[in-house]
């Protein structure tokens, strides 16, 4: 029954009768947190065997015959970067393998622009006004980077397509327009896939600012749940073919492949932007963790072997994320009072309630022992001016555990949004 259909006798009974459940389950004493994209220890352990490749009967020497225990090398281990190249959809010699973390690249990437320029800027970002275009729902951590740094953050809606690239196209006519944030391949937090126009535009839209960077964070690139998944674009291809591959700034790593803590963290782009990239880095660091490196090398050896991995992981992923979305069409599609994706990868499924219950939704849910990601923060500076946007991460609990949490939560949409209605706020 959609409870817009519901006439006011009906909706303080169903309210009363949603309540008392929301009582009984508050009553059982959850202590869940799924309020980030954690790998469980389940998938972790895939991995133990990489701490194996590089120990007391192994050498520490890459294929070139480098000593990864030592300084150097600052471009990272060639077998390593010949091995994601193809994920990355460019050749190995754009890439740069760096330390475990690409949240530390994509800051150091921007803070580098507000230093130093890019090139084919005027100057650098400090000198001048800076705009970011913010798709949302979108990464909190994007936000906190460009935040951080002091750029005014403009949001553009994001579409099943991806962003919604007329207003960007509009947009990027200012001068002042920088970059765009991108997740482009099971967006965070819906999952939706950008289209191959999406990608064209972006890589082929004329922008004011010469010095125009888009950020391409394709975290989930290789995270399917399901054999034949959708293919995304290549944006470099798209970019070369109009001479404007100097735009692209490509980020990758094995966080949730291997290690959450301890993987390898990839930058690709450009040979002018790698160059750029690497004449900076060499200022931070005298050399990434190698050893690390030629752990992961050793560990993969090619490729298909990071897709056999990544099989693994979908099968103990996929089951987590049909509960999530099959409970969710069986509590709250009748009711009529949420949307939201089912994703075909990645890390996340964005549940979208009714405009201002948001975060009643979260402060019942913290209440009965379910810590979501808190509301506000697919939105820059933490604001969601609907109050209508939850992220669920389901990966880091086991499968009751996360029936428990998901069940909880619908009853605490629909209580939210009853209560909203009886106070004839709806």
Known sequence: MKYCELKRPELEKELADVRKQYDEKKAAGLK?????????????????????????????FSEEGIDCRNYG????????????????????????ACGNSTLNLMYDCVSDAYHYGVPGGKAPWGKQKVKFLCPVPGYDRHFGITQALGAEMITVPMLPTGPD??????????????????????SNPDGFIYSDETVKRLANMKCAAGDFRIFWDNAYAVHDLYPDPPKLLNIMEEARLSRKEDRVFIFFSTSKITFAGGGVAFFAGSEASVKNFLSHAAVRTIG?????????????????????QMKKHAEILRPK?????????????????????????????????????????YTLAKEAGVTLTKVGATYPLGIDPFDSSIRIAPSAVTLPELKQAIEILCVCAKLAVLEKMTENKI
């Open 32 to 60: 869940l947190d799924m309020s980030r994209g954690r790998p469980s220890p389940v998938q972790s352990d895939l991995s133990e065997e990489l701490l194996k490749t590089v120990g007391e009967n192994e050498d520490c």
């Open 73 to 96: 090398f600052l471009k990272g281990l060639t077998e390593l970067r010949k091995i994601f190249a193809p994920i990355l959809g460019v050749d190995f010699e754009q890439v740069v």
């Open 288 to 308: 990434y963790d190698k050893v690390n490196q030629l752990r992961h090398a050793r560990f993969f050896g090619s490729t298909e072997a990071v897709y056999e």
């Open 321 to 361: 994320f049909e509960l999530v979305c099959d409970t969710l069409e069986r509590e709250l599609a009748p009711t009529g009072t949420a949307r939201w994706n089912r994703p075909l990868g990645g890390y996340f499924v964005g549940l979208n309630v009714k405009e201002g219950t948001a975060s009643r939704t």
């Open 165 to 186: 690239m007329d207003r960007v196209e509009e947009l990027v006519k200012d001068e002042s327009v920088k970059g765009i944030w991108c997740v482009p391949k099971y």
